[in-house]
């Protein structure tokens, strides 16, 4: 091991958009001590990545950021569908949806919701809770280079401002360094996939006179279907900044110089159908939507994250979200591992689990980019897209086949057909509202910092259990009684059984993960519950 060392730490986070944010600050919501590092100066400055789905917003509700990104995000609070139409003053507009959540249906399956908010708000909300949670963050500061042996990794960063280098020790490394990720290329790590799907340049714009235009239809975006100047539309305050979409074909010998003010303020106009809208363009960024997944998640103590292991068409906004959920998954088995309550064979479960979830994702992104004929976009939905898994069996109702689970047929599709959530190992556990403390709590408000075991609080040998296993693993393992009666752990309310939720029986117990996937499930009363309980989790620590 090299000992020509500046700084050591047990996790190098390289890359600090929002993907390498959120996994910094789950690392420091487990107690991680580790360093991220990003190239640019601050976070971004362009609005874009804005769709947060249900399951990332429950991510960042157990991490204590939910309100605060909700605030960031107020004012497009009331935005919610998606409309397509040849231009904003003529007849032919149609509502792909008009509402996320429809008559509020989500309620049942989560305590959070979806949340419109850009990726320049999201990301500064990201590095001061992180922060206040003692993430150590350096922007300005580029990987220069990295080797790794068989304890851990050594890197060279450079503070850009003063030239500085520094070799940083990491027992592991997260590649969050985006799609063309140089840690990739350098694992030697091949994607699969079709590829490039499009290109868009995306143009900041400001524009009072747009507003009246749109008038009272509050969409999140909408497509414009010119053909000689479609694109999308995106509202940033719904009063004079906005975002276009407008297609560019790089392959037809079109540059980004090609795109002049003047001639992306005529296409907006053309496409809102204003010929004498006010426009005045504030900034352009290209972008390209993709369908790729990392053939690994790793290579030896450095996993990829984010883009760096899969690229979606931006349609749905799974690309970001499945990023943070990256994130989570693999943060709370690194501070496994480091803690050393678990094996180093639990990190391999982190690919096993989440690069199927990847390509179920993607292929489902592309599909919803056809069916919503997406500017730019002239695919049709390949193998395992079409209409199979709603957006949010996509989003909430995917499962882990093989990983950290038990008792799962590996046959079973990542997304299935419709929503469930009724406690089967491998899908995200169910939430119900329970009493705590004078006060009330969803279930998934429990799982963060340790594994979870659920029972009834009318039979102790569960809990008994539990509190045995702990010792003998020396880990964290909290126990709950649930019940209607104010001795129990956690209350249940009038009408609700936690048994049936989770499918299980008021003789049974369910063992839920620190990220709130449901591990294992017994469904009724066990002979010897310490030692069926010691062996499952000395199982899914690898500690066996």
């Known amino acids: 091991m090299n000992e020509n060392v500046d700084l050591r730490v047990p996790v190098l986070i390289v890359g600090g958009s929002l993907v390498g944010l959120s996994a910094s600050l789950f690392l420091s919501r487990l107690g991680v001590h580790h360093l991220l590092v990003e190239k640019h100066s601050d976070t971004s400055t362009h609005p874009r990545g804005r769709g947060n789905n249900v399951r990332t917003m429950e991510l960042f509700r157990t991490a204590g950021a939910e309100q605060l990104i909700r605030d960031a995000a107020s004012v497009l609070a009331d935005n919610h569908g998606i409309l397509q139409a040849a231009s904003l003053t003529g007849d032919d507009q149609e509502w792909l949806f008009k509402e996320i959540d429809p008559g509020g249906g989500l309620a049942r399956f989560s305590p959070s919701g979806w949340c419109l908010c850009s990726q320049n708000d999201l990301e500064p909300v990201l590095v001061t809770h992180a922060r206040a949670q003692g993430s150590e963050l350096r922007f300005s500061t580029e990987l220069m280079s990295f080797e790794q042996d068989q304890e851990g990794v050594t890197a060279v960063v450079k503070d850009r401002e003063t030239g500085k280098h520094t070799t940083v020790r990491a027992d592991y490394l997260v590649a969050a360094d985006g799609p063309r990720s140089p840690i990739r290329e350098q694992l030697g790590i091949g994607q699969t996939g079709p590829g490039d799907l499009f290109h868009n340049v995306s143009i900041t714009f400001r524009s009072r006179e747009l507003a009246s235009v749109v008038g009272d239809r509050r969409f999140i975006v909408c497509y414009l279907t010119n053909p000689e100047a479609d694109g999308a539309l995106l509202p940033v305050d719904n009063v004079e900044r906005w975002v276009f979409h407008a297609p560019w074909q790089p392959d037809r010998g079109e540059t980004l110089e090609d795109f002049t003010d003047e001639r992306c303020a005529e296409h907006i106009r053309r496409a809102v159908g204003a010929p004498d809208l006010d426009i005045e363009i504030t900034g352009k960024a290209p972008w390209h939507a993709a369908e790729r997944v990392a053939e690994r998640y790793g290579s030896g103590r450095v996993f990829l994250a984010g883009d760096s292991a899969h690229e979606m068409s931006p349609t749905g906004a799974f690309g970001s979200n499945t990023g943070i959920q990256d994130a989570h998954n693999l943060a709370w088995k690194l501070a496994a591992v480091i803690d050393e309550a678990a094996g180093p064979g639990l990190l391999?479960?982190?690919?096993?689990?989440?690069?199927?979830?990847?390509?179920?994702?993607?292929?489902?992104?592309?599909?919803?980019?056809?069916?919503?004929?997406?500017?730019?976009?002239?695919?049709?939905?390949?193998?395992?897209?079409?209409?199979?898994?709603?957006?949010?069996?996509?989003?909430?109702?995917?499962?882990?086949?093989?990983?950290?689970?038990?008792?799962?047929?590996?046959?079973?599709?990542?997304?299935?057909?419709?929503?469930?959530?009724?406690?089967?190992?491998?899908?995200?556990?169910?939430h119900m509202w329970l009493g705590r403390e004078g006060g009330r709590v969803s279930t998934l408000d429990l799982y963060e910092r340790s594994f979870v075991l659920l029972s009834d609080a009318r039979y102790k040998d569960w809990r008994m259990a539990a509190e045995q296993v702990a010792k003998r693993l020396s880990v964290r393992l909290d126990a709950f009684g649930i019940g209607p009666d104010e001795g129990a752990d956690l209350r249940s309310e009038e009408g609700a059984d936690w048994a049936t939720a989770h499918g299980t029986s008021a003789e049974g117990a369910v063992l839920v993960r620190p990220d709130g996937f449901v591990a294992w499930r017994s469904e009724g009363a066990a002979a010897d519950p310490e030692g069926t309980l010691y062996e499952v989790l000395a199982t899914l620590l690898h500690r066996v």
């Open 348 to 430: 391999e479960t982190y690919e096993a689990e989440r690069l199927p979830v990847a390509k179920a994702t993607s292929a489902r992104a592309s599909a919803r980019s056809s069916e919503h004929s997406h500017p730019g976009y002239a695919g049709s939905p390949g193998p395992g897209g079409g209409r199979k898994g709603g957006m949010l069996t996509v989003a909430l109702g995917y499962r882990y086949v093989r990983g950290a689970v038990l008792d799962v047929d590996p046959g079973l599709p990542v997304v299935p057909d419709g929503m469930g959530l009724s406690g089967e190992p491998g899908t995200r556990a169910p």
